[in-house]
């Protein structure tokens, strides 16, 4: 049919021209399901926001959703001709004169990339298409989106035919306001509205040139040229867009001079008060499918998700209960402490002078104000000495106030944080996720992003390794004096630790009373001989993934680990020696209920089964052994019904900074860390500092409430009888001393003695004391 076409050149083109309406046709009808499904004309009419994803615990109760229905949409009349000129200028100067593709700055782009200056060439209304109606979203991709260079040819035909539609049914006023409504702007912002308010605390109507191009600036790239994180780089590319301002007629030379030397003027006071019912559980689950939504193109604040999670909503609810009374008790105490002194000391308890002031350059203002100020640090302290009203918070609500920026800081410095997380081993449900005491004030979630020293709650690790390299319960080592020689960074050093109270019973205790009564001695002993390559060996395997520093003191816990790490690693001893990575998420549907994935448990085994029963043995020692320094645990009577036992590890890092409690009962693993976020403001007496006095109540607190519970589906009951048989001595009852015992568990300072709270007397123990170790 084209060879009546005698020029040949002119054939070639018309040729040409018909094939590329036939792609285009192809495309448009989704022939054989190859180019996957594009926006028809209904769809362009009524454009749909993205939908929620909603978040499920395990019994059905909706704990969160993910939207951006904060974008808060305004028409074309309530937008600032500065926010259009500064869009049009820098994005798509031809904006005006084209039909939704320009061809003239696509061919240009196509140049441009070809000389190796890499220039985009779309359109407005093409972002429009793309952002909007998700041209190049899974359910727009077909077969061919598996061919490299075809799939890119595809997108962008796609995207010029949307383009088309949405110029043939709106006006560009229409276009231009459907495109600042939609288009994100970074730190969670979509739309324009919600993006003058965060970034200026103004409305779209208000913003001046430099402040429009700044934000239009950002659209390029939302993290590299964010104000807040990248003043300079924003700055840069906000001249750059004021430059188009006035290449295009926007901007007199003038107002451009002006404009451009402004600093950026960043107004960050303006709150958000709808919120998205944020939760420390909604941004673990966020965290927990990142790579999972990267990897299957889905993102959870547009496509309607159904997201079911392992959280158990009762087990949760008592978990920030405890959570509640215990901290609001911590604080009180802290408060009375320190009364009105300052808390932020050093190792020798001397209060440190410029800590506010560190505190301040810390904040990301703090950059901008002294490019504003050209460094007057007068003006600076100004600007933080400035009382404004808020809202803090108060363990008895909400509490609005007039503070300084330097008040703020002093009042939340002092403020106790927490993280707990409560794990089923056998099945690696994550069944409580607690990430601190108000996510509203403490974004910073302690369960899974803080990492702190885990203290004697890492002595465990030594203690497996040698059971697991020939050693037994039994076997004894004498409490006293250790020096160790060793090699840091290839120089020679010795280390020579104490025990908690600096003393030195020069008893034989065997492993497990020395754990249970967490002795540092006998723990360094136990890691000199194993060596400490090998615990850290054995920590990593079991589910540390935290680097550790492999040095003699790496068992008393002088590493920093998080919640979620220890809980994982833990797991390991009470699900016979299998280390499971924890579930938080079970199942992903649409919204008609069509499953989309499923997450099934992996396990690895990394223990003997007699290791592993060994240990649950030796964390029982806590308990039972005398001295045991989870003894406290007595003081929760409901907890020793129908023959109940618990294992449990405390710990608490030098200074009293971290306090820690490890809770291990026959079917849940629980984690606890306490501390001030500040590791300089800590406690000062193991009466009040000891993970035993901060972190142990709480668990016992949760633990009551659980077992109060008949349906809760975990009941009172001893820990597993051997689940092989056990070829090691571990029937080894220790002496009981009639003498006070210290129940302490800190790295290296002295403290008072204590008495060993005996358990209530019931019928297993009806002459109310400390029960021997259970003869197996």
Known sequence: MFKSIKNRYLRYFTVFIYFVIIFFCAIELNFLWLFGYSPDMKDIKTPSMSLSSEVYTADGKLIGRFYK??????????????????????????????????????????????????RGGSTITQQLAKNLFSTRKRKSQGVIRHIPVLRTVVFKFKEWLTAFKIEHLYTKQQILTLYLNTVPFGNNSYGIKTATLKYFNKTPDEVNPAEAATLVGMLKATSTYNPITNPEKATERRN????????????????????????????????????????????????????????????????????????????????????????KMLQKRFNNLWGNKNPWRDSKGVEIKDFLLKAEQRLPIYKLLTKKYNGDTTQINTYFQRKKKMTVFTWSGDKDTTFSSVDSIKYYTKILNTGMMTMEPSTGKIKVWVGGIDHKFFNYDHVNQAKRQAGSTFKPFAYVTALDNGFTPCDKFTDKPVTIKYKDNGKDDVWQPNNADFHFSYRE?????????????????????????????????????????????????SNDVSVFEMVRAY????????????????????????????????????????????????????????GGTSQALWEYPSLWKKNNQIGGKTGTSSDYVDGWYMGITKDLVTGIWVGADDRSVHFTTSETGEGSHTALPIFGAFMEKVYADPKSGYTYGPFPKPWVKITKEYMCPSPIIREDTTTTDSLALPIDSAVIVPPPATEENPENKTPPPNKK
């Open 69 to 118: 229905e904060n974008r808060s949409p305004v028409d074309f009349k309530s937008i600032s001709p500065n926010l259009i000129n500064a869009l049009v200028a820098t994005e798509d100067a031809r904006f005006y004169k084209h039909g939704g593709v320009d061809f003239f700055a696509f061919a240009t782009s196509m140049l441009s990339t070809a000389k190796g200056e890499r």
């Open 509 to 557: 205790m065997s492993l497990r009373w020395a754990m249970g009564k967490s002795v540092n001695s006998i723990t360094a002993q136990v890691t000199e001989h194993v060596g400490w390559d090998k615990v850290v060996e054995y920590a990593h395997k079991m589910g540390i993934e935290s680097p550790l520093k492999s040095v003699p003191s790496v068992s008393l816990g």
């Open 571 to 626: 797991s390991t001893f009470l699900n016979k020696g299998e280390k499971v990575d924890p579930l938080l998420v079970t199942k992903i549907t649409d919204q008609k209920g069509n499953v989309i994935e499923e997450f099934t448990l992996k396990a690895e085994k990394v223990l003997s089964e007699e290791t592993a029963w060994l240990m649950l043995y030796m964390f029982r020692g806590g308990m039972e052994e005398p």
């Open 240 to 327: 750059v867009a004021l430059s188009q301002m006035q290449k295009y007629g926007y901007l007199s030379k003038a107002d451009y001079a002006t404009y451009s030397q402004k600093p950026i003027g960043l107004d960050l006071s303006y709150v958000e008060r709808s919120g998205q019912e944020d939760s420390y559980i909604r941004r673990a689950v966020e965290k927990w499918l990142d790579k999972w939504c990267k990897q299957n193109d889905y993102d959870l604040y547009e496509d309607g998700l159904k997201i079911y999670t392992t959280i158990d909503s009762h087990l949760q609810q008592y978990a920030e209960e405890a959570v509640a009374q215990k901290m």
